[in-house]
């Protein structure tokens, strides 16, 4: 590396910001980091949930009993539901999007924009909704001025991760609800029949 890079390296490095400096590089490896942390947390739901279910769906189609006769496709449908949701939260994709335009997603990055005028590092809420171009466009105007290749690319892998992280948390949310909102629903069914068959 001759000295002009090493300069504009250390240029890079050194980013004035309201009278203080912004390491780029350092910025965008604290939010990767917290991004991966994110991630990581999420992954312990899934073997959880998944172990119940499908030993749920063993035991009802091995068992004998005449218990569930009368609810036994009422259960399989609403336990293959939540297969179906489980495995759609955690399918992978070859590129996370970051929405251009989408109503509901417009409007959540308009409330989005108010709250957070800036990028905050340390507060995913102020980028997580951001399209892939207005993140670019927010981290420069964070940092005061356009960002190198090299960082170009590292923001945009960056960002990759924070629309995966979205994504994932969207459809674990969904999953969430098809649970709890069955598993409610089925109660609710076997306590009614239950006081029926008690009168």
Same mark, same amino acid.
């Given at each position: 590396?001759?000295?002009?890079?090493?300069? #504009? !390296?250390?240029?890079? #490095?050194?980013?004035?910001?309201? /009278?203080?400096? $912004?390491?780029?590089?350092?910025?965008?490896? @604290?939010?990767?980091?917290?991004?991966?942390?994110?991630? @990581?947390?999420?992954?312990?739901?899934?073997?959880? $949930?998944?172990?119940?279910? !499908?030993?749920?769906?063993?035991?009802?189609?091995?068992? !004998?009993?005449?218990?569930?006769?009368?609810?036994?496709?009422?259960?399989?449908?609403?336990?293959?539901?939540?297969? /179906?949701?489980?495995? #759609?939260?955690?399918?992978?994709?070859?590129?996370?999007?970051?929405?251009?335009?989408?109503?509901?997603?417009?409007?959540?990055?308009?409330?989005?924009?108010?709250?957070?005028?800036?990028?905050?590092?340390?507060?995913?809420?102020?980028?997580?909704?951001?399209?892939?171009?207005?993140?670019?466009? #927010?981290?420069?105007?964070?940092?005061?001025?356009?960002?190198?290749?090299?960082?170009?690319?590292?923001? @945009?892998?960056?960002? @990759?991760?924070?629309?995966?992280?979205?994504?994932?948390?969207?459809?674990?949310?969904?999953?969430?609800?098809?649970?709890? $909102? /069955?598993?409610?629903?089925?109660?609710?069914?076997?306590?009614?029949?239950?006081?029926?068959?008690?009168?």
């Amino acid at each position: 590396m001759d000295r002009k890079d090493k300069k #504009r !390296t250390a240029r890079a #490095r050194r980013i004035r910001n309201s /009278g203080e400096y $912004v390491d780029v590089s350092f910025t965008i490896k @604290q939010m990767e980091k917290m991004i991966d942390e994110k991630l @990581q947390s999420m992954k312990f739901f899934i073997p959880f $949930v998944l172990t119940i279910v !499908t030993s749920l769906l063993a035991y009802l189609f091995t068992t !004998t009993s005449n218990a569930f006769d009368d609810y036994i496709y009422i259960i399989v449908a609403y336990l293959l539901l939540c297969l /179906g949701s489980i495995l #759609r939260a955690y399918k992978p994709s070859n590129r996370y999007i970051g929405k251009e335009s989408w109503f509901k997603f417009e409007k959540k990055l308009k409330r989005n924009l108010e709250f957070y005028p800036d990028i905050q590092p340390w507060n995913m809420e102020s980028y997580i909704n951001l399209s892939d171009t207005e993140f670019i466009t #927010r981290l420069e105007k964070f940092v005061s001025r356009k960002l190198y290749q090299d960082e170009l690319m590292s923001a @945009q892998f960056l960002k @990759q991760k924070i629309n995966e992280y979205r994504y994932k948390k969207r459809n674990i949310s969904i999953s969430y609800t098809v649970i709890i $909102v /069955g598993a409610l629903a089925l109660a609710l069914l076997f306590a009614i029949e239950y006081v029926w068959s008690v009168m």
